[in-house]
């Protein structure tokens, strides 16, 4: 399975932004899928999931700020970041799980810098 983001970019605080997750080597229909985010010095969190049925879910501290959605007919996976704090700044990675045990698939990560 590969998994490539995109989107990321500086924004100012209060901006917006759209991240992609393309997605390959798997039905992408029945992955559930996230978003994970780290920050310097801090340990990765987990941002927004959805499952194959559409089922989101957030991190408080993104909660009516971020929107995480899917279209699988293109097999990509999307975060609309609105109303960016300069916290939100950190490096941005999907994720995808295969099997029981946690995510086991990565992408390469996309910044998002906020200022």
């Known amino acids: 399975v590969q998994l490539v983001e995109s989107g990321g970019g500086s924004v100012q605080a209060g901006g917006s932004l759209t991240l992609s997750c393309k997605v390959s080597?798997?039905?992408?229909?029945?992955?559930?899928m996230a978003w994970f985010r780290q920050a310097p010095g801090k340990e990765r969190e987990g941002v927004a999931g959805i499952d194959r049925d559409g089922v989101t879910k957030y991190a408080d501290s993104v909660k009516g700020r971020f929107t995480i959605s899917r279209d699988n007919a293109k097999n990509t996976l999307y975060l609309q970041l609105n109303s960016l704090k300069t916290e939100d700044t950190a490096m941005y990675y999907c994720a995808t799980s295969t099997a029981p045990g946690g995510y086991n698939y990565w992408g390469q990560g996309t910044q998002v810098t906020v200022s």
């Open positions: 080597g798997d039905d992408f229909g029945r992955l559930s």
